[in-house]
């Protein structure tokens, strides 16, 4: 078994910093992608805000990915190369993104995802209808709205359930009972992403433990203060098998059926649990569960 990497709060208080410059990413990703922009214009983005904060981007090179970020657009599961390709109105397109800081001689990592429906504002004061809702049949859109709603409250309870739970096989059966909630709801299940899973982080982007989406049987790795783990469901609309493309990258589903991938990094300490890659630690993603934040500053 691998070892499992325990942080001390200084520590984590290094990968917080790394955590919010992904945070950074985050909002100038949903500030910049829009209809008729290339996923190759967002990874520039990207590059600038990491070497704003003086941070490296922990994606560029890994294992030879050619970018700075993932973005997977519709049918794409993970690993997108960014490139020539442009959003459209109506697409549902993952940003998975990372960054390192350098402290006490060693690198600390941040990891987290988002999705977001491309043109899918709020209605305008006029009540006339978003960019996506004039792109795409209304069904479509739903479906989409749905498959992400059901990922992001998935990763929401996987958080909740690290916060409160006793092994890491708390994350698997919290995706598992929201996919099953809200399939009951919607009248139709999403299915659970086997292939990728999420990790332990730290020094190094990835490492032990796995974080699986889904119920294995037997005793999973106890969580422990000084964990950190970066936790990440990937839902699909259809069937959860999945193929990879010829650039050895890009992960996307065999029937065709959109996707979507949530990520967060969390880390326990001795009296709870704080969200790293959240601007306000999960305060607001864990409060539905009764759950208050750890400000590591304190």
Not at 141 to 164: I, K
Not at 211 to 218: D, E, F, K, Q, R
Not at 255 to 272: F, M, R
Request: hydrophobic share 40%; net charge negative; charged share 25%.
């Amino acid at each position: 078994m691998r070892r499992i990497e325990l942080k001390t709060r200084d520590q984590m208080r290094f990968m917080r910093r790394a955590g919010l410059v992904v945070a950074d990413i985050h909002r100038a990703l949903r500030d910049f992608a829009a209809p008729g922009v290339t996923t190759l214009e967002c990874d520039e983005v990207v590059r600038e805000v990491i070497a704003k904060a003086g941070a490296k981007s922990n994606f560029l090179g890994y294992h030879g990915f050619p970018a700075t970020v993932c973005i997977s657009v519709n049918d794409e599961v993970v690993h997108g190369i960014p490139g020539k390709k442009r959003l459209r109105a109506g697409d549902i397109v993952s940003f998975d993104c990372g960054a390192y800081i350098v402290e006490a001689g060693k690198q600390w990592h941040g990891d987290a995802a988002i999705t977001m429906i491309i043109g899918d504002e709020p209605r305008p004061t006029t009540g006339g209808p978003s960019a996506a809702e004039a792109a795409i049949p209304p069904d479509l859109l739903e479906r989409r709205r749905q498959l992400d709603q059901v990922t992001h409250a998935a990763l929401d309870a996987a958080l909740a359930a690290v916060a409160t739970g006793r092994r890491v096989g708390v994350v698997g059966a919290a995706v598992e009972k929201v996919v099953e909630d809200h399939g009951e709801r919607f009248g139709w299940e999403a299915g659970i992403v086997e292939e990728f899973t999420g990790h332990g982080i730290g020094t190094a982007m990835h490492q032990a433990p796995d974080v699986l989406n889904y119920m294995v049987h037997g005793r999973t790795e106890k969580l422990r203060p000084g964990m950190v783990l970066a936790v990440e469901p990937m839902l699909t609309g259809g069937c959860a098998e999945v193929t990879t493309d010829r650039d050895g990258w890009t992960v996307r589903t065999k029937d065709g059926s959109d996707a979507v991938q949530w990520e967060h990094s969390i880390a326990i300490v001795e009296d709870g649990v704080s969200v790293l890659t959240a601007p306000d630690r999960g305060a607001a993603l864990l409060a539905p569960f009764g759950i208050t934040p750890v400000d590591l500053d304190d």
